[in-house]
């Protein structure tokens, strides 16, 4: 069974500190994206990442930046949080390539930062 | 430019009724679409695809989409509703021209009453 899993389901933190959310994949996937919901705004995208140590900036980058050292693994980085980035973060996966077994996105289960 | 609509922001149905929950796209060239079902603080979950073949797609939890090119939709349906299906829906699309990217629509609530 395929799976994207995400470090924390819920998180504080306070105005300033630097946050880290991880996310993890298990399916070989060369695409990995970050994006945030907010209600009313739909699913915007922050980052993809689309090979280990490429990335493209998404429609809202600013205030993100994110790392893939390792095929499965790609970071978001709030560099100093603040209370405008509250909101659920969700982390995807899906092949680059055109196979026809598997286009769509792969998502975990999401992650409901607060920042105060 | 790529573009998903989901005209309704939400659709109420009675348990037992069809229900039927819209998507339109712009895309350039044949779409690869898609439809995502998200439960309250989870994460997306895949219901089914359309890439090539057959327009009526049958997907997971007995929903199943028709794809129309001409009215360029892609419609969610279900014959009988039931509760359990009250959620958030998502229809994205793939970009064929730039394989990286993906567009989703607004989402639309359904609420189906017993």
């Known amino acids: 069974d395929v799976k994207v899993t995400q470090s924390s389901r819920y998180l504080v933190k306070r105005t300033g500190e630097k946050v880290f959310l991880e996310c993890v994949q298990d399916m070989d996937h060369e695409n990995m994206f970050w994006y945030r919901q907010d209600p009313g705004l739909g699913l915007r995208l922050i980052y993809f990442?689309?090979?280990?140590?490429?990335?493209e900036k998404g429609d809202i980058p600013e205030g993100y930046s994110v790392s893939r050292e390792k095929k499965e693994r790609f970071s978001l980085i709030l560099e100093s949080a603040s209370t405008n980035q509250t909101s659920m973060y969700l982390c995807a996966s899906t092949r680059g390539v055109r196979t026809l077994t598997s286009y769509e996105q792969y998502f975990g289960p999401g992650t409901r930062l607060t920042v105060t | 430019a790529q573009s998903v609509a989901q005209p309704e922001d939400q659709v109420n149905v009675a348990e037992g009724n069809p229900l039927t929950v819209k998507c339109t796209y712009s895309v350039s060239g044949n779409p690869y679409l898609f439809w995502y079902v998200q439960y309250p603080n989870r994460g997306l979950q895949f219901l089914l695809k359309?890439?090539?073949?057959?327009?009526l797609v049958k997907g997971s939890y007995g929903f199943e989409a028709e794809f129309n090119k001409s009215q360029t939709s892609f419609h969610l349906k279900k014959p009988s509703a039931l509760v359990s299906d009250s959620a958030l829906y998502f229809c994205a699309v793939r970009d064929i021209g730039d394989f990286n990217k993906f567009y989703f629509g607004s989402g639309t609530k359904l609420n189906v009453k017993p």
């Open positions: 359309y890439i090539t073949g057959d327009n």
């Open positions: 990442s689309y090979d280990v140590k490429m990335k």
